[in-house]
């Protein structure tokens, strides 16, 4: 669908639109002359006006809003106000409601705190997502119930920001999966280039510690970080029990991600290193599935590699699996939920598959067999059903852009076991500082609560050339934000 907008000859605004035009034509153009659809936004006698025509059948439709200048719970109301105009008019055109409404935002949830933390009654904050905001009825009462197990976990919300938490990224996996855009690089066989990388990475740790205020969390993701063997990895540990303040952490988590990574003597590390959560990744217990998508493992190993973490003390187990695989129907997903819930790991988290552009799935799509189509929000609601009957508890979401049937991905837990780390990071609670490949460091203002962000480089080599520049950056940053 190609779409002409016009709004206020504003940029930003135009592109605001466009993105929340994309959620109801994820293949939709920008066009000025050979437009399908034409949306003209204007402001007169204190309304804003909003037209759309539809050049196909020449049909076209008007909506109309008083003006408000000052809306509470967003801090852009011209913005806030003209997405609504624009989503009524996409669906008095006949296209589809969203589940989600005129949220494009990855996080949600941070909504529902914001309106608590102004005062906000729950009922006057699901009034205002449902009538306000579109998002269905069933969407708001999660991100209801989401935000309020988030607030029971860390009952001084904004007081987190006074420590702070680490995210480590190892750029290597085994095969890089169809569907990731990850920074994931096929693990070089010349373990040189490893040890470069891991070096570069543990003189980030060796010289960033001593700046750090006391850690909530550890997380080490990727990539898979068990690409490393088991001395590098030992070297890694080492390094940040040498120099990371962690007297106080709370949770250390390793993202073991894929089964053909994970060994006995892996295992026996992080026991002793104090990991607490493992996450081992299944994503679907369906062999063709798995070749299609390039996971070069059994179905088997994913049992003997769960069966081997309990034997050796592990007893916070995430596991992952994601909905809207190639080849995969509602009946596939079935009986890889039935097998990760017999599993009965600590949590479990749902994602929804994301088209992302660069993906090996985007780039060569009729490579790969598609059978999910309408069925996506059967299989998230059927997912939600049978954990909840199997005790576990939605405790973050988050959005993706290009995600299958506009959905969402959800953590879900026993009681007990949310993961720290996903909801500081999620809610942005506090400054999560990213050391080694793709990581970034968030860094939340301990007074203004206003944030920014800095990225480490996501390939190895700029990392291992330019470790210095990286380091002074963070160094910086630390001494403004906990300045002591
Ligand atoms: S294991 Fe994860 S990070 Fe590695 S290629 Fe697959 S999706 Fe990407």
Same mark, same amino acid.
């Given at each position: ?318 596991m992952?699996m ?15 939920m039935?097998?990760v819930l017999?599993?009965s790991p600590?949590s479990i988290t749902v ?24 069925? $996506?929000?059967?299989?998230m609601e059927s997912c939600r059903l049978q954990l909840e009957n199997h005790g576990y508890l939605p405790y ?14 959800i953590g879900y837990c026993k ?65 403004? $934000?906990?300045?002591?």
């Amino acid at each position: 669908m190609k779409v002409y907008i016009q709004a206020f000859e504003n940029e930003k605004l135009t592109r605001s639109l466009f993105s929340l035009v994309q959620i109801f034509d994820a293949k939709a153009t920008l066009s000025t002359d050979d437009w399908e659809i034409c949306l003209i936004i204007q402001a007169k006698d204190e309304q804003y006006i909003g037209k759309l025509k539809k050049r196909m059948d020449g049909q076209d439709f008007t909506f109309v809003l008083p003006i408000r200048r000052n809306i509470p719970w967003t801090s852009n109301a011209l913005n806030f106000q003209v997405r609504q105009l624009v989503y009524q008019l996409f669906c008095q055109a006949g296209f589809k409601k969203q589940p989600w409404g005129i949220l494009t935002g990855i996080r949600p949830t941070k909504l529902v705190h914001k309106m608590q933390t102004l005062g906000m009654s729950q009922n006057e904050i699901f009034n205002v997502l449902q009538d306000e905001y579109f998002i269905h009825e069933d969407k708001v009462l999660l991100l209801q119930k989401i935000a309020s197990m988030q607030r029971k976990r860390f009952p001084e919300w904004s007081e987190q920001n006074n420590r702070a938490s680490v995210y480590i990224g190892i750029p290597f996996c085994p095969t890089k999966c169809a569907y990731c855009t990850f920074p994931a690089y096929q693990i070089p066989k010349n373990e040189q280039q490893v040890e470069q990388f891991l070096s570069a990475l543990i003189e980030e740790i060796r010289q960033i510690g001593p700046f750090l205020p006391a850690l909530t969390t550890v997380y080490i993701g990727g990539g898979t970080p068990t690409s490393l063997t088991v001395q590098q990895m030992q070297r890694l540990f080492y390094a940040i029990a040498s120099y990371f303040p962690l007297e106080y952490v709370e949770e250390f988590t390793v993202e073991a991600g894929r089964p053909d990574t994970i060994t006995e003597e892996k295992l026996r590390l992080f026991h002793t290193c104090g990991v607490t959560r493992i996450s081992i990744n299944p994503q679907s217990f369906h062999q063709d599935t798995l070749e299609a998508i390039g996971r070069l493992h059994q179905v088997e190993e994913i049992y003997q590699v769960y069966d081997l973490a309990r034997k050796m003390g592990m007893n916070n187990i995430n596991m992952d699996m994601i909905l809207g695989l190639p080849g995969e129907n509602y009946t596939k997903l079935l009986y890889t939920m039935s097998e990760v819930l017999r599993l009965s790991p600590e949590s479990i988290t749902v994602h929804t598959l994301a088209l992302k552009r660069a993906s090996q799935i985007t780039q060569n799509r009729s490579a790969y067999q598609w059978n999910a189509g309408d069925e $996506i929000e059967k299989m998230m609601e059927s997912c939600r059903l049978q954990l909840e009957n199997h005790g576990y508890l939605p405790y973050y979401l988050y959005r993706q852009k290009q995600m299958c049937g506009n959905l969402e991905n959800i953590g879900y837990c026993k009681p007990g076991f949310e993961s720290l780390y996903n909801i500081l990071m999620m809610e942005e609670l506090q400054t999560i500082v990213g050391f080694g490949c793709g990581a970034s460091s968030k860094w939340v203002d301990r007074w203004t609560g206003k944030i920014t962000q800095d990225h480490n480089p996501k390939d190895p080599k700029t990392l291992i050339e330019n470790t210095e520049h990286y380091i002074e950056k963070k160094k910086e940053r630390l001494k403004q $934000i906990f300045v002591k």
